[in-house]
């Protein structure tokens, strides 16, 4: 069983920066892809980023890059999600979530992929 806690979450004007944490307990994050997910009110809930188990291989939602970078602690078990120029479109609850995965490469990009998650964390970007 793996339990994830996300912290970080924040009210912040429109071009500030954040940066999430998740913490993982039960295993380790080098045996687990971890993405982030962001639902916004009366929206589906949509994958913001990816990383595999190696954290060689990230994954950004193309309308996000070069604004958020997803990495990995391992020392610490943490995955981050730094989150730069945030926009009042950024607003939503932020969900940390885990899966096992055979190889060290793989990334999920597909919430039914994952079996974890994490309660969230609220994200409210002002104008």
């Known amino acids: 069983q793996v339990q994830l806690v996300e912290s970080g979450g924040s009210l912040v004007q429109a071009g500030a920066s954040l940066r999430l944490s998740c913490t993982a307990s039960?295993?380790?994050?080098?045996?687990?892809?971890m993405g982030w997910f962001r639902q916004a009110p009366g929206k589906e809930r949509e994958i913001v980023a990816a990383?595999?188990?190696?954290?060689?291989?990230?994954f950004v939602k193309h309308s996000m890059r070069g604004r958020f970078t997803i990495s990995r602690d391992s020392a610490k078990n943490l995955v981050y999600l730094q989150m730069n120029n945030l926009s009042p479109e950024d607003t939503a609850v932020y969900h940390c979530?885990?899966?096992?995965?055979?190889?060290?490469?793989?990334?999920?990009?597909?919430?039914?992929?994952?079996?974890?998650w994490g309660q969230g964390t609220q994200v409210t970007v002002s104008s």
């Open positions: 979530a885990a899966a096992g995965a055979e190889f060290v490469s793989s990334i999920y990009y597909d919430d039914k992929q994952y079996d974890y």
């Open positions: 039960g295993r380790i994050v080098n045996d687990l892809v």
């Open positions: 990383i595999s188990r190696s954290g060689a291989t990230t």
